[in-house]
């Protein structure tokens, strides 16, 4: 009878320290939004612009105005980048001001952080171009294959030298922007699927990190995402043409 | 008698801690997947809530020095206007080398698109240390020289991938006559864009880092692009 009393108290203490733990967890990352949200809208820029949110006509001006002005700055790179215009749902890849690639975007999901955005906020996050830090993703940036070259014409003759046939894959990608963005790219096909691995270790990943970070009473780290879903071959085709540090303009 | 009453009461005390056992393992089951589904599903749920990570956050916004609607829309039209500048007007070639796909603009109008193939990103390793990774460049190229009837010199490479000895500079074996089309364009470091006898393999990518094409359209390209026009891969 001790031993059941024992084990109910022990199953009355986990179980507290579990819920404690739990709102331990949402406490402190309801404080990480928080904290970047006083941050990015407390930002110093160089011109201080009141976003004149009242006036519908004059923020879409103003918005159209940075990124065209965020793709003019890009222009003069050598290299490929992005520009997102998630007015128009659109997700550009170009090259020296030229689009080499228009992709429509299917669904559009993102942080609701944004919507809370005042001009400084906009500026910090929008208002000039941001570059890539870390991508990761579902499929080989570089889809190497290792040959070794035969030793005659006779093993030449064996080898197989059938090409595989356009495999269908799911095409994630993330990639997390020097401004703090995170930016989500999924292949459409990947919406449907009940099996997306890939976001499921992104998120476990984020969890554990944050998890680790709230057990000694740290505030977690926050980054905003913009989820954007759009055709498997265009997610794939960005993914591979951008270089591994891709410049990025958006408007939102 | 007394034995049985035992058994009975045994038997009872037996239950009742198997039903207890059964309890626990239950609360635990259910409070750790309380637990796991609050952190999931319901917490990202709440941080995303403006309630929770806008409340009493006074944002202070500064001086403004709003220009006007139509000072903004002024400066989007000469915007506008620099980047439609930074697109060639005359002709331009754009190559897609995931899809293995070509457009071809002319007046900044799609004039002509098709199928082609291009770099198989295959890692040839030879015996001696020696490797070649057959890829198609990307970035934004210019039509070098057009050339008819093209010749294809083949390099050592093309003897190491067949296991053949590799034949001195200028041997007659190195060239091939009419396997690369009617015609080629020239991007330079030898990367050409031609004809092929492999039409079945067109939209893959397949090639040693050149840009192959069907006969029609590659006539179409080459009537097309001349000397010195934009070629943008990626």
């Known amino acids: 009878m001790k031993q059941s009393k024992l084990l109910n108290w022990l199953l009355l203490i986990i179980s507290v320290l579990l819920l404690f733990i739990t709102l331990q967890y949402i406490i402190l990352s309801v404080i990480s939004v928080r904290r970047v949200f006083v941050a990015a809208n407390s930002s110093e820029i160089g011109t201080q612009i009141e976003l004149n949110t009242k006036d519908s006509t004059w923020l879409e001006l103003y918005k159209q105005k940075n990124w065209m002005e965020s793709r003019l700055k890009l222009a003069k790179s050598d290299s490929i980048y992005l520009s997102i215009n998630l007015q128009d749902s659109t997700l550009q890849l170009e090259l020296k001001g030229v689009v080499l690639k228009t992709s429509s975007i299917a669904e559009l999901r993102h942080d609701r952080f944004f919507d809370e955005l005042t001009g400084n906020a906009y500026h910090h996050y929008f208002g000039q171009e941001a570059s890539g830090v870390q991508t990761l993703a579902s499929i080989d940036k570089v889809p190497l294959t290792v040959k070794k070259a035969p030793k005659d014409s006779l093993e030449f003759a064996s080898q197989s030298n059938v090409i595989d046939s356009t495999e269908v894959q799911e095409i994630n990608w993330l990639m997390h922007l020097d401004n703090g963005i995170e930016l989500k790219i999924k292949g459409i096909k990947s919406k449907s699927s009940h099996n997306n691995s890939f976001w499921r270790q992104q998120k476990l990943k984020q969890i554990k990190n944050n998890f680790s970070k709230t057990l000694i009473f740290e505030v977690p780290e926050y980054n905003p995402s913009i989820e954007i879903y759009v055709d498997e071959t265009d997610a794939k085709a960005i993914y591979r043409a951008i270089p591994a540090q891709p410049m990025v303009c958006i408007r939102l | 008698m007394r034995k049985i009453s035992l058994s009975i009461s045994c038997n009872s005390l037996r239950s009742k801690k198997l039903s207890f056992i059964l309890r626990g393992l239950l609360f635990s089951i259910s409070s750790f997947l309380l637990f796991a589904w609050m952190i999931w599903s319901v917490a990202p749920w709440i941080k995303n809530q403006p309630l929770f990570f806008k409340s009493k956050v006074e944002v202070t916004s500064t001086s403004s020095n709003t220009p006007d609607v139509n000072l903004l829309r002024a400066e989007n039209l000469v915007l506008q206007k620099k980047l439609d500048r930074m697109t060639p007007g005359g002709v331009y070639l754009v190559i897609n080398t995931s899809d293995n796909t070509f457009f071809l603009y002319k007046n900044k109008e799609l004039f002509r698109k098709g199928m082609c193939s291009t770099g198989s990103f295959i890692k040839l390793e030879a015996a001696n240390n020696k490797s070649w990774i057959f890829e198609t460049p990307k970035g934004v190229f210019t039509i ?52 092929t006898l492999y039409k079945r393999f067109l939209g893959m990518p397949v090639t040693h880092g050149c840009v192959r094409m069907g006969d029609d359209d590659l006539e179409a390209v080459y009537q097309t692009l001349p000397v010195g026009a934009k070629v943008f891969i990626f």
Do not use: C, N, Q
């Not at chain 2, 093209?150 to 091939?176: N, Q, T």
């Open chain 2, 144 to 195: 070098k020289g057009k050339i008819t009837d093209p010749v294809w010199r083949k390099p050592d490479w093309a003897f190491v991938e067949e296991g053949l000895p590799v034949p001195p500079a200028g041997d007659p074996s190195r060239y091939e006559y009419g396997v690369l089309g009617d015609y080629a364009l020239s991007l330079g470091d030898g990367y050409l864009i031609h004809g």
